[in-house]
């Protein structure tokens, strides 16, 4: 069964720093690009950055130059690295896994394959 797990979100601080991170089961990761959605309340859902098995990248124009997507392949795991956050990046953040990067750069989540549950960040002072 595939299972996506995400971690790391919290409370911070406008400015802070966090890192999310999203294990992945290994029969869907080294072939599947991966990606971050979030979600706001009262808001659709938003891409905010995914990455191909090789490496490429896409991002939000709202997190490009704060926040940074990784993948490490031996862990079976896809890192959000988010800088100089603000308060409205505050929502749930998701995990997404799927086989075509074209979704991706459409930003159409609900073509996604497979999401985790999702996790909280609350940036607020």
């Known amino acids: 069964q595939v299972q996506l797990v995400e971690s790391g979100g919290g409370l911070v601080q406008p400015g802070g720093s966090l890192r999310l991170s999203c294990a992945a089961s290994?029969?869907?990761?080294?072939?599947?690009?991966m990606g971050w959605y979030r979600q706001a309340p009262g808001k659709q859902r938003e891409l905010v950055a995914a990455?191909?098995?090789?490496?490429?990248?896409t991002y939000a124009d709202s997190v490009k130059g704060r926040f940074t997507i990784s993948r490490d392949n031996a862990k079976n795991t896809v890192y959000l690295q988010m800088n100089s956050l603000k308060p409205e990046d505050t929502a749930v953040y998701y995990c997404?896994?799927?086989?075509?990067?074209?979704?991706?750069?459409?930003?159409?989540?609900?073509?996604?394959?497979?999401w985790g549950k999702g996790t909280l960040v609350t940036v607020s002072s």
């Open positions: 997404s896994a799927d086989r075509r990067w074209s979704d991706y750069v459409n930003g159409d989540y609900r073509r996604m394959d497979y």
């Open positions: 990455i191909t098995s090789g490496g490429v990248t």
């Open positions: 290994g029969s869907i990761f080294s072939t599947n690009a």
